[in-house]
C-alpha cells in the first residue's frame, strides 16, 4: 500500500467517526434544555389604575378638557352643513309632509324615483367591491 491510499482511508476512518459522535449528540441524545419560569407576583390592575389616576389627575382632566374642546370646535364647524342640510330636507320633503298620506306616498314614491335616475349617472364614478 502506498502512503496516499493509507492517508485516504484514515481519513474516512476520522471522519465516519466523528460524525457518528455528532449523530449521537445531535439526534440520540440530544442535550437537556433547563426552562426557567419566572412567576410574577400577582398584581391588582384596578389598584394600579387608581394609583395611577390619583397621581396623574390633573394631567387627565387637562387632556380631557382639550378633548372636550376639540369636540365643541367640531361641533361648531359642522352647525353650517347641519343647517343646510335642514334646509335641504325642508325644501325637498316640507312640500310632501303636508300632503295627505296617500298622496304622501306617490310623491315619496316620484321623488325616490328621481334621486335614483340622478344617481345612475354618477354610477360609473362609484367603484364597485
Not at 6 to 11: G, H
Not at 42 to 71: F, G, H, L, P, S
Request: hydrophobic letters at 35%.
Amino acid at each position: 500500500m502506498k502512503t496516499g491510499e493509507i492517508f485516504l482511508i484514515v481519513f474516512i476512518l476520522a471522519l465516519f467517526i466523528s460524525v457518528y459522535f455528532f449523530i449521537q449528540k445531535k439526534f440520540i441524545n440530544p442535550p437537556e434544555k433547563k426552562i426557567e419560569t419566572v412567576i410574577q407576583p400577582e398584581i391588582d390592575v384596578m389598584e394600579q389604575r387608581m394609583e395611577y389616576y390619583e397621581k396623574n389627575a390633573d394631567k387627565i382632566t387637562a387632556i380631557e378638557e382639550k378633548k372636550i374642546k376639540k369636540m365643541q370646535k367640531e361641533i361648531d364647524a359642522a352647525k353650517p352643513y347641519i343647517k343646510q342640510a335642514e334646509n335641504y330636507y325642508q325644501k325637498e320633503y316640507g312640500s310632501i309632509s303636508k300632503l295627505p298620506p296617500k298622496q304622501q306616498e306617490k310623491e315619496l314614491k316620484k321623488l325616490v324615483e328621481k334621486k335614483r335616475k340622478e344617481t345612475e349617472k354618477y354610477k360609473k364614478y362609484i367603484p364597485s367591491h
